[in-house]
């Protein structure tokens, strides 16, 4: 009884082994077909890589000038009698500005200016004096030297009062005025600024290894921080003849027209210089490269061969397309496009999106109509 009630036992705890061993055994053999069964192609965007004329730009920085630009002061001292400026007022040249007290300095003018007419009288009548012989030569030639030194004394005086005066030395633009009426000034003392901003100089360095790309009248880019999105065009107008020795840059000037007064001495500006004789490139699209420490790289979309070498049908007859990773060299980026200068062709079609989720060899679908760099917005901008 004993021995049949073990057997029993043992009949049943085979039975339960056997059915998870196959129960595991089946698990197994589902994984092993979900891991064996091809994978669904994986959803990307495409571009394609075209050739265009692309025009290098040198990059630079500079800072802006006025075409003319003062400190205004006075040579002499006193006080200030009347003020003919407000603070920002557009002025034109020889435009008074400023009076000084110039009391004693007139009085003193209208003094000489006496002297000098009796010294003129005398010089006169001395004239006929000596044809006649009433006077000696000498006498004659007294007479001469008075006359012409009241006259240096009046001039003199002239120019004494006219240091007293202050005028525009230019037309342009006032800055905040420094001085009130009633002020003592020392000579010296600046009263304003004067700024002409119809034009503009941008000053920069390029390095030296550029001179051969530069020529006067060459097109220059200007964007500033206070417009963002703005560009400014500016040309070059003179290269200094020297090379600073303790940098080894060269200094270049370009005039920026401002009609409008919209950009300002001291401004900081980021600079690009197109550089003559476009060459054509291959370029596509930023989002297409891969940037790794160990190179530049993009998924080429590709049809998938068999063993003959023929491409390769899915169900509904449309060629099999697989992610070729291919190295390539890149240069420029302008405008969301990127020139390709090793890698690539014109008329490849590469991924633009979607990346991440690709290896070597992926099954892909393009998701969308491919791209060409030309149908974006500003690819206008990298044709020139």
Same mark, same amino acid.
């Given at each position: ?21 196959? *129960? ?44 003319? /630009? ?7 001292? /006193? ?23 110039? &009391? ?30 009433? $006077?000696?030569? /000498?006498?004659?030639? +007294?007479?001469?030297?008075? *006359? ?26 006032? &800055? $905040? ?51 963002? &999105? ?16 303790? %940098?080894?840059?060269?200094?270049? !000037? ?6 409008? !007064? ?27 490269? %891969? *940037? ?6 993009? *998924? ?32 420029? !980026? +302008? ?11 014109? &008329? ?5 999106? /979607? ?10 679908? $393009? ?18």
């Amino acid at each position: 009884m004993l021995r049949r009630r073990m057997l029993i036992m043992l009949a049943v705890v085979l039975l339960i082994v056997v059915m998870l061993g196959g *129960y595991k055994a089946f698990s197994i053999y589902q994984q092993i077909q979900v891991f064996s069964a091809p994978k669904p192609p994986i959803s990307v965007a495409a571009a394609t890589a075209e050739q265009r004329q692309w025009q290098q730009r040198l990059p630079a920085v500079g800072s802006l000038k006025a075409l003319q /630009g003062v400190e205004l002061s006075l040579e002499v001292a /006193g006080t200030v009698k009347s003020l003919h400026f407000d603070s920002g007022q557009q002025v034109k040249a020889g435009q008074l500005l400023l009076q000084l007290d110039s &009391g004693e300095e007139t009085a003193l003018l209208g003094t000489a200016q006496a002297d000098l007419g009796l010294a003129k009288v005398d010089f006169g009548r001395g004239s006929q004096l000596v044809v006649d012989q009433a $006077i000696s030569r /000498g006498e004659f030639d +007294r007479l001469s030297a008075q *006359y012409r030194r009241n006259q240096a004394v009046v001039e003199q005086l002239k120019a004494s009062l006219q240091k007293k005066s202050l005028k525009a030395p230019f037309s342009g633009t006032l &800055g $905040i005025r420094q001085v009130d009426i009633g002020d003592f000034l020392a000579s010296g003392t600046v009263i304003a600024t004067l700024q002409d901003l119809s034009s503009l100089y941008v000053d920069f360095n390029v390095p030296e290894q550029a001179l051969p790309q530069l020529s006067l009248g060459q097109q220059v880019l200007v964007q500033v921080a206070a417009f963002p &999105g703005q560009t400014f065009t500016a040309s070059l107008s003179a290269i200094n003849p020297k090379v600073e020795e303790s %940098t080894r840059n060269l200094l270049v !000037r370009a005039t920026l027209a401002n009609p409008e !007064r919209k950009l300002l001495p001291g401004m900081f500006g980021n600079l690009l210089i197109l550089l003559p004789d476009p060459q054509p490139q291959v370029v596509v699209p930023e989002s297409a490269i %891969t *940037y790794t420490l160990y190179g530049n790289s993009v *998924y080429v979309v590709s049809p998938k061969k068999d063993k003959d070498g023929q491409p390769e049908k899915t169900a509904d007859g449309q060629p099999q397309l697989i992610a070729e990773q291919r190295t390539v060299l890149t240069g420029e !980026r +302008r405008d969301g496009l990127v020139v390709v200068s090793q890698g690539l062709a014109a &008329g490849d079609q590469v991924v633009s999106a /979607g990346q991440l989720k690709l290896t070597p060899g992926a099954a892909i679908r $393009i998701s969308q109509a491919p791209a060409k760099p030309s149908d974006t917005p500003s690819s206008a901008a990298g044709t020139d």
